[in-house]
């Protein structure tokens, strides 16, 4: 059975540096999310992606987020200028209808 | 506003008695209701959607259109059934997933 992929699954890096975390949706999946779960905490949203643009964003989708699926099979999260409060699991989703199928995540450590 | 509610963030049942966790959603079009399920530091997985109407590791959920929820169940819950468990909502356009409730299973 396809499964949404995440790469890496464990990326640390200091206060201030840019991370881009990747994504491979399942192939036929036309809609593609971000959420972010701080550790202990909830699921929360960060950005839904539909037709090579944002069709929605949370408030915590600043400026410092962006989004891009820079071929036909990747879709990557990318943080300009880490803060250790972004320090979090990210995990990608994927659909075509519904439901959405979840990659294993990436857990950011910024130190 | 909130489409979905869970209002219990934490529940503890003892192993071998009935659970039942509660969704409760607001959309005035005909939804699509799941519940997906968090292991330990593992990926949201898909549980149950109410068009299958199906039971999963003994859990089942009806959608109760009058009373707009959604409520998981399993008559005798085991150990292994510990877990983060989110109620999500589909309008046919976005999904919407409530604060899931931690389920702790006491043996």
């Known amino acids: ?111 | 506003a909130q489409r979905v509610t869970q209002p219990e963030k934490l529940l503890s049942v003892f192993k071998g008695a009935p659970v039942e966790l509660k969704c409760n959603y607001s959309y005035s079009g005909s939804p699509e209701l799941f519940w997906y399920v968090q292991y330990s530091r593992q990926r949201l997985q898909l549980l149950l959607r109410h068009i299958s109407r199906e039971s999963i590791k003994g859990f089942t959920a009806d959608l109760n259109k009058g009373e707009t929820s959604f409520h998981l169940k399993k008559p005798f819950a085991q150990e292994e059934d510990s877990a983060m468990y989110y109620c999500a909502l589909y309008t046919g356009n976005q999904f919407y997933f409530g604060t899931g409730t931690s389920l702790t299973v006491i043996p």
Request: overall charge negative; glycine content about 6%; proline content about 5%.
């Open chain 1, 1 to 111: 059975e396809p499964e949404v992929t995440q790469t890496p699954s464990h990326q640390v890096t200091q206060m201030g540096q840019e991370v881009i975390l990747r994504c491979v949706p399942i192939s036929n999946h036309l809609y593609f999310y971000w959420y972010r779960q701080i550790l202990g905490q909830k699921v929360e949203f960060l950005v839904s992606f539909y037709n090579n643009e944002i069709s929605e964003k949370s408030e915590i989708f600043d400026d410092q987020f962006s989004v891009e699926r820079p071929d036909g099979s990747n879709f990557t999260l990318k943080i300009r200028s880490t803060k250790l409060e972004d320090s979090a699991m990210y995990f990608c989703a994927s659909r075509e209808g519904a439901p959405q199928y979840f990659g294993p995540g990436t857990r950011l450590t910024v130190t």
